[in-house]
C-alpha cells in the first residue's frame, strides 16, 4: 500500500483518493484525520470544552508553511499562548483571537521551525479516552515551543 507522508507533521498514512484543497500544508489524509478528530471533539461535550481549541491551534500551527497566510499561523499561535503561557479559559479563546484578527492589517512574517515535533494528529487520533485530554494538552504544548522563536513576536500582538 502506498503511503501519505504530510509535509507538515511527517506523519504517514496510507494514501487516498481523498483530495484537500485548503491553505494548511498538509496532506488530505492528514486533513481527513484532523477532521475525524474535531468530529470526536465536537461529539463529546466535555472532550471538546477542553480540546477543540488547543487542537485547532496546534493543528494548524504545526502545518504551516506552503500557502498558510500569515495571519492564520500568527492567530493559532495566539490561540496556544492564550491557553498554555495564559491560562485562558480554551472558551474564551476565540472571540478573543476574532478580535485580534479583524484589528491587524499587518501581520508579523514567521518562519515554520524546522523541527515539527514528534506528537501529531495521529496521536491525539490513537489515544484512549483515558488519556485524550492529556495527549492534546501535550501535542499543543510541544508544537507551542517548537515556536519558541516567534514567542516575543506573538505575546506583543496582545
Not at 30 to 52: A, D, H, I, M, P
Amino acid at each position: 500500500m502506498d503511503e501519505s507522508i504530510c509535509p507538515g507533521c511527517a506523519t504517514s498514512l496510507p494514501s487516498s483518493q481523498l483530495l484537500y484543497e485548503g491553505y494548511f500544508n498538509t496532506t488530505p489524509e492528514c486533513w481527513s484525520l484532523f477532521t475525524e478528530v474535531q468530529g470526536k471533539q465536537y461529539g463529546n461535550v466535555l472532550l471538546g470544552r477542553y480540546t477543540l481549541q488547543s487542537t485547532v491551534d496546534a493543528y494548524a500551527a504545526q502545518h504551516a508553511g506552503a500557502s498558510h497566510p500569515d495571519k492564520s499561523v500568527a492567530i493559532h499561535l495566539l490561540g496556544l499562548y492564550l491557553v498554555i503561557v495564559q491560562d485562558v479559559d480554551p472558551l474564551e479563546v476565540a472571540p478573543k483571537q476574532q478580535h485580534i484578527a479583524s484589528g491587524r492589517a499587518t501581520w508579523p512574517e514567521l518562519t515554520r521551525p524546522a523541527n515539527q515535533g514528534v506528537l501529531t494528529i495521529l496521536d491525539v487520533a490513537m489515544s484512549d479516552d483515558d488519556d485524550y485530554i492529556e495527549t492534546v494538552d501535550t501535542w499543543a504544548r510541544e508544537v507551542w515551543a517548537m515556536w519558541a522563536d516567534h514567542h516575543q513576536t506573538i505575546a506583543e500582538l496582545l
